[in-house]
């Protein structure tokens, strides 16, 4: 597998991982309609005691496993980059972290007596909002090292500080019980789903055009 092919599966797993992602929140919000996407976070979808917990909990774990097959992919296209190493365990942590959240840690539902499993959910949330930003930043100075990939390197950055903007605000409404904590959440997760997107279609349709690689970057195989 050439470098540009592994570049390819790293956008298709990308995309496929904010699909996935989007379709289940939108589908639990129809199988469900006590549910408000304005009101309600995500993670009460997969909550204990959920209606459709089993059902949403298996495609958002689908979306954490895309989410570190496209980490993998990035790597595997220049095993040789340590800084896509590095972004490529923190995706594998945060896929980790995810999955706990919606199996052995599914948050406690609104009016629910609070649990230590309830509790624990809302610790790996935070690690896992860590994982991210981190990797957001990991990436961009990657891709200031990569011809090809540098022109991605502004817009991760950007996204980074956003996201370390939003999630304290996402925190404190979730904190309040604000009405709108669930439109604070979706700002703060959308803005790592629209990074992740484009960066994805980005190396599906500009890379293979335009892109260029250096000699020791061309050689590369798996």
Same mark, same amino acid.
Request: glycine share 10%; net charge positive.
């Given at each position: ?77 220049? /095993?040789? %980059? ?10 594998? +942590?945060?896929? #980790?972290? $995810?999955?706990? *959240? ?8 609104p009016g629910a007596v609070p649990t230590a499993i309830g509790r624990g959910h809302i610790a790996i949330a935070g690690v896992a909002s860590a994982l991210i930003v981190a990797a957001t930043f990991v990436l961009g100075f990657a891709f200031r090292r990569v011809d090809a990939l540098r022109f991605l390197a502004p817009g991760s950055f950007i996204a980074g500080a956003a996201i370390v903007v939003s999630g304290p605000l ?8 604000? /009405?709108? %904590? ?10 790592? +789903?629209?990074? #992740?997107? $484009?960066?994805? *279609? ?21």
């Amino acid at each position: 597998m050439t470098t540009r092919t592994a570049l390819r599966l790293a956008s298709v797993l990308g995309v496929s991982g904010v699909a996935v992602y989007v379709g289940t929140t939108v589908l639990g919000g129809v199988l469900d309609p006590t549910y408000s996407h304005a009101s309600h976070t995500i993670s009460e979808l997969t909550g204990a005691g959920a209606p459709n917990r089993d059902l949403l909990a298996a495609l958002y774990i689908t979306y954490n496993l895309l989410l570190v097959g496209f980490g993998y992919a990035l790597h595997r296209a220049m /095993p040789h %980059e340590q800084l896509l190493r590095i972004g490529m365990h923190l995706f594998i +942590l945060s896929g #980790v972290a $995810g999955v706990l *959240m919606v199996t052995a840690f599914p948050t406690d539902l609104p009016g629910a007596v609070p649990t230590a499993i309830g509790r624990g959910h809302i610790a790996i949330a935070g690690v896992a909002s860590a994982l991210i930003v981190a990797a957001t930043f990991v990436l961009g100075f990657a891709f200031r090292r990569v011809d090809a990939l540098r022109f991605l390197a502004p817009g991760s950055f950007i996204a980074g500080a956003a996201i370390v903007v939003s999630g304290p605000l996402t925190a404190f409404a979730v904190a309040a019980n604000s /009405p709108f %904590e669930g439109v604070f959440e979706r700002i703060t997760i959308g803005l790592f +789903l629209l990074w #992740v997107w $484009g960066i994805s *279609m980005y190396m599906l349709l500009e890379v293979p055009v335009h892109g260029t690689f250096d000699a020791r970057t061309r050689a590369i195989r798996l």
